[in-house]
């Protein structure tokens, strides 16, 4: 079942064409990985997902709803979409809790007491249940991405869009982030990644998309777009970083 | 050598030829100028609505129209020749011209110089209402409302008699314009001003209208030299009687004048009962005259004076403090047997009432620094600096030394700021009433007399006229015989620095000058950080609102967030509470107190400059983060609310606490609108004491140690929610 689909989807920003009509389907479960250069527009192209981008074109359907139509309520849309930023994005004026307990407490109203069950087991399941009380300052780059992925899971994503989350991280944090990604694929989490970690492209990824220059050059299982590029432009990008 | 001594002799001759030919030249003129048929009158170059120049360059005014009536009427011819007011009065005395018509006020000492002619017009004061107003009719209609008066002026003198008999709040404005506005826009409901002054004002439009006659004041004659042109002086009289039975004379005041809405004399009178000890009125506060002291006893030169009278004659007496035209009426209802109140000896009022000798004199003095011994005479002020108060006489009489000497004149409207210029060295002198200025002496005012007063109003005693004889030779017996003994030098002493011992009496420092006003600047602390809280309460909220408007991608509240902060931070705070006290009730018909006018004021503008702080803020808090909430699901305001305007205040403290201190600070400027907050407060204290070198040390030092505090305060709150 098609879980999230962009049609012709066209991004300018000015003058400049970021995005030049992209179609992709993501299904029920699968684990998406955009790979590219720098600029290409994967970035770009992943916020408009949850439309924190306009587009100028084209549409984003999430589920049957289409997001680019006026009348839909995207707020109760992004709900179902959660989304890690490559720098957190946690918010440094409230505790770990706090930041993943403020968008249930604001939305569904839930009690004080269930609030700190559902937060301690989001915790959990990211290793952090010891952080609960702490501010994000106190915090390493590796477990301040981890409480950044509690929170967005925090209204119970079916989607989740995660942009270069590694990226900041020094090298002995990324594994663990990648191992709480790994863990959610497994638990058949629909997945967006856009990142460098072409080990985690290999294993986890059930397809491969290559962006270039505002346009999907390639898109196959990982197996296929790593081993037999059919691209040109693919092919050079695969050598320069491996 | 012989031919140098010849040279010598003809320079002189033709020296002295020139000089006699001139000398012929100008007798001829003058002569020619006494005899040639129409009569040359000076005028004031400008002093509406007595003579001023219209548009056309003409000269109009009463003065100009009452002239041209009368020399109709009466058939002379006349040049009229502007010139101001003390060249004029030189040109008369000098025979240069054959009249004087100027709203020249017949005072005792011109009537020594000049004749003058039946008054045309009396300068008193007058009280108005806005034109709608139909519930002020009398004096008494004034119970429990708001007069606006002008610092320094009779009218203010009698307002705050009339402040004795009623329950009235007074207003005070440094000038004419505010005082008229403060009435026209409802904010007080009564003004006192000069009654032709205020009629002009009137006739020009403002919206205003006098309930009641004007009171007795300064009339206002036509001058010939003495004993010259009696035909000029008996004509004018004849034809002002002619005109003013023809009705020329009301249209001339119609034209200039509103006049007073008629009302009726209420005359009950009364015939006081002889008691044994005399019922004696006096005024109720006219320092050095009379006033309470700490403990709330009579003192002063009239109390003590009589005290020391009564004493010396043997008669009992009971004083009767009440407001000074209070007084006049009692003397002359008989209510009381006497009358001593600093009153001034002048015509009118001796038709009225029979006066002691004088027992003192209120004529101007000159005053230095205490400092200064290069000044020990008028010819000593050449190339000098005089403080003068406009519009006294002692302006006047620091313009005729003008015309003698080389001297600058530094104008200003308060007694206070007169004395300070002195006291600064910013001018050389001040003229002031000789009492006025040795009483301010005599309370620490670091100034002192070179000279002896001027000859001016003498002061005495009254009676009521034919009645309490005996009580008024028993006045002037005692006299004598105090100022034989002696008491009455002490009691001069006690109240006043004379020329000759040019010694203060006690410097007043800092600590007791602080100490007797500490309630009276506490109150205005008050104001002033009722004003600052509350304003700022409102401008935090309003503030972020507009901040909020200007963070948004809507165009619209984006422009409405520009607009408002462009135009409120474009106009200058004291431009905006005179908008706000003057205009905003008259356009929109509606009640403002001043306090009110000030908080809405200070709101407006510090509104403004909080926005531009939000605005700042918002934009300093990484996007990501409002990113990072709106993809959770969060709304548009509920990310603001949640998320981003917790960090965006954080970011803003350190400049909200600065807003915090100009804020405070600011407030000193709705001291214009006449709010009695801290520095208008220093004002007061020091119209009243003279002390403006230290009040303003003490302010300023007031205003220092409450924002210093203020600020640790705010400081403390950084830290803590930093700490967050
Ligand atoms: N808000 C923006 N305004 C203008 N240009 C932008 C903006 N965001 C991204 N771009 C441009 O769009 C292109 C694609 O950017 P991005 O999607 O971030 O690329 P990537 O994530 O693949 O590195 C880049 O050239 C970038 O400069
Ligand atoms: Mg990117």
Redesign the interface.
């Known amino acids: 079942m098609t879980k999230l689909k962009t049609e012709n989807l066209h991004k300018t920003f000015g003058k400049f064409e970021v995005l030049k009509g992209l179609d992709l389907e993501v299904q029920e479960g699968e684990v998406v990985v955009i790979i590219g250069p720098s600029g290409s527009g994967k970035s770009t192209y992943l916020r408009c997902m949850?439309l924190?981008e306009d587009v100028n074109d084209g549409k984003v359907i999430v589920d049957d709803h289409d997001l680019t139509d006026p009348s839909q309520n995207i707020?109760?849309?992004?709900?179902?979409?959660?989304?890690v930023?490559q720098?957190f994005?946690?918010?440094?004026?409230l505790t770990v809790m706090e930041n993943i307990l403020?968008?249930p407490k604001?939305?569904k109203n839930i009690s004080k007491s269930e609030g700190r069950k559902l937060g301690m087991s989001l915790l959990e399941s990211v290793g952090m249940e010891d952080k609960a009380d702490a501010y994000p300052n106190s915090l390493s780059g590796g477990q301040q991405q981890r409480a950044?992925i509690a929170?967005?899971l925090?209204?119970d994503p079916d989607i989740l869009l995660f942009d270069e989350p590694t990226s900041a991280l020094d090298p002995e944090m990324v594994g663990d982030v990648l191992g709480v990604m790994q863990n959610l694929a497994r638990e058949g989490m629909t997945m967006v990644v856009v990142t460098h970690e072409m080990g985690f492209a290999r294993e986890v990824a059930d397809r491969v998309v290559f962006m270039d220059d505002g346009n999907i050059v390639e898109i196959g299982p990982p197996s296929q777009v790593f081993k037999h590029p059919k691209n040109e432009r693919t092919k050079n990008f695969l050598d320069k970083i491996l | 050598m012989k031919v140098k001594k010849k040279s010598h002799i003809l320079i002189g001759l033709i020296f002295l030829l020139t000089l006699a030919s001139s000398l012929l030249f100008l007798k001829k003129t003058v002569e020619a100028a006494e005899q040639s048929d129409p009569y040359i009158i000076a005028t004031d170059v400008t002093f509406a609505p007595f003579e001023y120049q219209n548009e056309d360059g003409e000269y109009i005014g009463i003065d100009i129209e009452l002239l041209a009536a009368i020399a109709e009427d009466q058939g002379f011819e006349y040049e009229l020749r502007p010139m101001n007011f003390s060249a004029g009065l030189q040109a008369l005395e000098g025979n240069q011209v054959d009249g004087m018509i100027a709203a020249m006020s017949i005072t005792p000492e011109r009537e020594e110089s000049f004749d003058f002619s039946e008054p045309y017009i009396d300068a008193g004061p007058v009280l108005a209402v806005h034109e709608d107003n139909d519930e002020i009719t009398s004096y008494e209609d004034l119970d429990g409302k708001t007069l606006a008066v002008k610092i320094g002026t009779t009218g203010a003198q009698f307002a705050d008699d009339l402040a004795e008999d009623y329950d009235i709040t007074i207003n005070q404005f440094e000038d004419s314009a505010n005082m008229y506005e403060d009435v026209a826009a409802g904010q007080a409901d009564a003004a006192v001003e000069d009654y032709p002054v205020m009629a002009y004002a009137i006739q020009q439009g403002l919206p205003l209208k006098l309930p009641t006659e004007s009171e007795e004041g300064y009339p206002v004659g036509f001058a010939v030299n003495e004993d010259q042109n009696q035909e000029l002086l008996e004509m004018f009289n004849a034809g002002l009687e002619n005109i003013q039975e023809d009705g020329t004379y009301d249209e001339i005041m119609d034209t200039y004048l509103v006049s007073s809405d008629d009302t009726d004399e209420a005359g009950t009178k009364e015939t006081a009962a002889q008691m044994d000890p005399y019922i004696i009125a006096t005024d109720v506060t006219f320092a050095p005259f009379e006033y309470q002291n700490d403990d709330n006893e009579y003192i002063g030169i009239d109390i003590d004076l009589l005290a020391a009278i009564a004493e010396d004659q043997g008669f009992a007496y009971e004083l009767r403090p009440m407001n000074f035209s209070a007084g006049l009426q009692a003397l002359e209802t008989n209510q009381v047997d006497g009358m001593i109140a600093a009153m001034s000896i002048t015509p009118e009022r001796e038709e009225s009432f029979d006066f002691s000798e004088p027992y003192i004199d209120a004529g101007p003095v000159l005053a230095v620094h205490e400092d200064n011994d290069e000044i020990s005479s008028y010819e000593d002020l050449d190339g000098k600096t005089l403080a003068v108060k406009v519009g006294t006489t002692g302006a006047q009489f620091a313009d005729e030394l003008a015309q003698e000497y080389d001297i600058t004149i530094n104008q200003f409207e308060d007694s206070a700021n007169m004395y300070e210029d002195v006291a600064a060295g910013q001018a050389d002198a001040a003229v002031e009433d000789y009492p006025v200025m040795a009483y301010a002496i005599q309370q620490g005012l670091p100034l002192k007399l070179p000279t002896e007063p001027e000859e001016g109003y003498p002061i005495g005693f009254a009676v009521n006229e034919g009645q309490n004889q005996e009580l008024l030779e028993m006045f002037n017996a005692g006299l004598v015989n105090v100022m034989e003994d002696g008491t009455y030098d002490e009691i001069m002493d006690t109240y006043l620095v004379s020329p000759e011992d040019a010694e203060v009496a006690e410097g007043t420092g800092i600590l007791s000058l602080l100490a007797s006003n500490f309630d009276a600047l506490m109150a205005g602390l008050g104001r002033t950080l009722l004003l600052t809280l509350i304003s700022f309460g409102i401008s935090l909220v309003a503030g972020t609102i507009f901040g909020l408007f200007s963070a948004t991608k809507n165009r619209a509240l984006n422009l409405v967030a520009n607009i408002y902060v462009t135009v409120l931070r474009g106009i200058p705070l004291i431009v905006l509470a005179f908008f706000m006290y003057f205009s905003v009730p008259q356009l929109f018909d509606i009640q403002l107190t001043a306090f009110m006018a000030g908080i809405i004021t200070l709101s407006l503008n510090t509104t403004a400059y909080i926005s531009e702080q939000v605005r700042g803020g918002i934009a300093a808090v990484?996007i990501?983060?409002l990113?990072?909430?709106?993809?959770?699901?969060?709304?548009y305001r509920?990310s603001m609310q949640?998320?981003v305007l917790?960090?965006a205040i954080?970011i803003m403290i350190p400049s909200l606490i600065n807003q915090l201190v100009i804020t405070l600070k600011d407030t000193s400027i709705l001291s214009v609108i006449g709010i009695v907050e801290l520095t208008q407060s220093g004002r007061i204290i020091i119209a009243r004491s003279y002390q403006s070198g230290a009040m303003w040390i003490i302010v300023g030092l007031i205003y220092l140690i409450i924002i210093t505090l203020l600020t640790k305060l705010s400081n403390l709150i950084e830290r803590s929610l930093m700490n967050?």
């Open positions: 949850n924190l707020n109760k849309v992004r709900e179902n979409i959660g989304m930023f720098q994005n946690l918010f440094p004026h403020l968008a604001q939305l950044a929170r967005a925090a209204m | 990484p990501g983060q990113e990072a909430a709106r993809s959770l699901g969060l709304p509920q949640k998320v917790p960090q954080k967050d």
